[in-house]
């Protein structure tokens, strides 16, 4: 072993690659080598969606020699793939890298409730979702020893939440004000603390701008990268009908469970006053709903047709009763007169005789007007 080789090896045993930077990259490159092995040892943790731009962001950093863990965080609002993964899980096993996932609890919700930002077109709170996924995102890079944080956005692509005082306002609000990097936009912000260190190439990374997807189509066929999903479309509090069962349910409802952010997902919805009334599309929504009931809340069935399962939640007033029994007619098989429909709390043990109402009945009272 040389001079050289035995002072690298010094090196490698006793420094920690951030101390090294914080020495100067020039300072080791004086012995005439990088150390290859003491430069991979940077590592990133990257807030990976499963989207297009945040897997070319991750990407970009890998091809730097960069070792990239991904963080995401698994929301009551994740639309899960057939197969019951999530877009995240997708693009981790098709990039070959670690993915940490996070759960939220009732703090997300409220967030979701109480935006300090507002929201987007519908019930989505971008700017600040990805304050509040930024701040997880910091404990783990803390836990996993990462150097810095990255993400995905991409200069104004969105309008509510990715132009630049948005950008500032996560930065800033996320604790990580010149630490966080947007490699696909880098070369058209200010410089981070990572680049500054020369953790990371800047002259490599991306200047890509504005809403067309074009150069991010472009940099996915570099990189070989064929399977993603089509933009914005893991988030319900993007879809207009879900933010509109949402809006009802905040208003409404003083205290927000998980459960009830689950039920959304399931069935029609209806509003009288204080009552909501769930209707079941399938039979296996219908399963969903007897199960996800409370105890006290009414279920209503019809003994002698095929037909929906209802769900009735709110006080079980004369009229509230009635009408979720009518709605249970509705969606039946019945095609008009009177029916019996069963309904109680544990068993259907009563039950009413109704007329099968008008389409405009049920119309009238659906959540967001929708009628399918
Ligand atoms: S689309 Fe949904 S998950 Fe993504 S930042 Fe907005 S609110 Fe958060």
Redo the contacts with the bound molecule.
């Keep these: 072993m040389n001079n050289e080789d035995a002072v690298i090896e010094n090196l490698r045993a006793i420094l920690d690659i951030r101390w090294i930077c914080e020495i100067g990259i020039g300072k080791l490159l004086f012995l005439g080598r990088f150390p290859t092995d003491i430069m991979t040892r940077v590592k990133a943790l990257s807030l990976l969606?499963g989207g297009l731009d945040s897997i070319l962001a991750t990407e970009l950093i890998r091809k730097q020699g960069i070792e990239v863990v991904c963080f995401n965080i698994k929301?009551p609002?994740g639309i899960p793939k057939k197969d019951g993964t999530s877009e995240a899980d997708q693009a981790a096993s098709q990039l070959g890298v670690t993915l940490k996932v996070a759960s939220v609890g009732k703090d997300y919700l409220r967030m979701v409730r109480h935006p300090q930002f507002g929201y987007g077109r519908n019930m989505?709170?971008?700017i600040d979702?990805?304050i509040f996924m930024l701040k997880k995102a910091r404990k783990t890079a803390k836990e996993i020893g990462a150097d810095f944080i990255f993400t995905g956005e991409v200069l104004d692509e969105r309008p509510k939440s990715q132009h630049f005082p948005a950008l500032c306002t996560i930065e800033k609000e996320s604790g990580l004000k010149g630490k966080l990097l947007r490699p696909l936009s880098a070369r058209l912000l200010p410089e981070t603390a990572a680049e500054k260190k020369g953790l990371v190439d800047r002259t490599k990374l991306g200047n890509i701008q504005g809403r067309s997807r074009k150069p991010q189509f472009q940099l996915a066929k570099d990189y070989g990268i064929k399977s993603y999903p089509s933009p914005?479309g893991g988030?319900l509090?993007?879809c207009e009908e879900y933010s509109k069962k949402l809006r009802d349910l905040f208003v409404n409802k003083k205290q927000v469970s998980m459960n009830d952010v689950d039920l959304l997902r399931v069935g029609r919805h209806f509003r009288i006053g204080a009552n909501k009334i769930v209707v079941g599309r399938n039979e296996a929504e219908n399963k969903v709903l007897v199960a996800r009931k409370t105890k006290s809340e009414y279920y209503f069935e019809l003994p002698d047709i095929v037909g929906p399962t209802t769900i009735l939640q709110g006080p079980k007033t004369k009229k509230a009763i009635e009408t979720a029994a009518k709605l249970t007619a509705f969606y039946s098989d019945a095609e008009a007169g009177e029916v019996k429909v069963n309904f109680g709390r544990g068993s259907l043990n009563k039950s009413m005789i109704v007329a099968v109402p008008e389409k405009t009945f049920a119309e009238n009272l659906r959540v967001g007007n929708v009628m399918k």
């Design positions: 969606s929301t609002f989505n709170p971008c979702c990805k914005a988030c509090l993007t």
